[in-house]
C-alpha cells in the first residue's frame, strides 16, 4: 500500500544560508521517505503559476520575487498522514510563533522567508508534486 505523499520546496533564503542538509536530515530523523527530490531556479512565471492561487493578495508580487530570487529544492514526502505530519514539523508559517524545534522556527527568519513551503492537504500535495516532477522523476 503506497504512502500519502506532501510537497515541499526549501525556499531561497534557507538553500542561500547552506541549511538545505539540515532540513533534509530534519525530514528523514521524522519518518519520511524522499520520492523525488530537485535543486531549480524558479523563473517569475513559474513561480507565478506555482502561487497562482494567491494571485491579487497584498502578498503576491513579494512572494514570486523572493521564490525566483535564487534555487529552491523541490522534494515529495512519503509516510503515513504525510501532510498532517509535516506540517507539524515544519511549524507555523510566522517562525516567532513557530514551536521550538520546528524547521521555521529553526530556519526561519519572517513569515516570507520561513525556510520552506508544505502542502496544505493530501489534495494540493498531489497538485503541487506534479508541477515539479514527472512520473519518471519518482521513486
Same mark, same amino acid.
Given at each position: 500500500m503506497k504512502k500519502e505523499i506532501t510537497f515541499t520546496m526549501i525556499k531561497p533564503f534557507a538553500v542561500e544560508r547552506q541549511h538545505v542538509g539540515q532540513i533534509i536530515e530534519a525530514i528523514l530523523e521524522h519518518?519520511?521517505?524522499? *520520492?523525488?527530490?530537485?535543486?531549480? @531556479?524558479?523563473?517569475?512565471?513559474?513561480?507565478?503559476?506555482?502561487?497562482?492561487?494567491? &494571485?491579487? &493578495?497584498?502578498?503576491?508580487?513579494?512572494? !514570486?520575487?523572493?521564490? *525566483? *530570487?535564487?534555487?529552491? !529544492?523541490?522534494?515529495?514526502?512519503? @509516510?503515513?498522514?504525510? !501532510?498532517?505530519?509535516? &506540517? @507539524?514539523?515544519?511549524?507555523?508559517?510566522?517562525? *516567532? @510563533?513557530?514551536?521550538?524545534?520546528?524547521?521555521?522556527?529553526?530556519f526561519g527568519s519572517s513569515i516570507q522567508k520561513n525556510a520552506v513551503h508544505g502542502s496544505d492537504s493530501p489534495e494540493n500535495a498531489i497538485i503541487e508534486s506534479g508541477f515539479f516532477f514527472n512520473q519518471l522523476e519518482r521513486f
Open positions: 519518518g519520511f521517505r524522499i *520520492s523525488a527530490l530537485k535543486m531549480l @531556479k524558479l523563473t517569475k512565471i513559474e513561480a507565478e503559476a506555482f502561487y497562482e492561487i494567491h &494571485r491579487g &493578495r497584498p502578498f503576491f508580487d513579494d512572494l !514570486v520575487q523572493f521564490m *525566483s *530570487s535564487g534555487p529552491i !529544492v523541490a522534494a515529495i514526502l512519503e @509516510k503515513d498522514n504525510a !501532510v498532517e505530519d509535516y &506540517r @507539524k514539523l515544519i511549524g507555523n508559517t510566522d517562525p *516567532s @510563533k513557530a514551536e521550538s524545534g520546528t524547521i521555521r522556527h529553526m
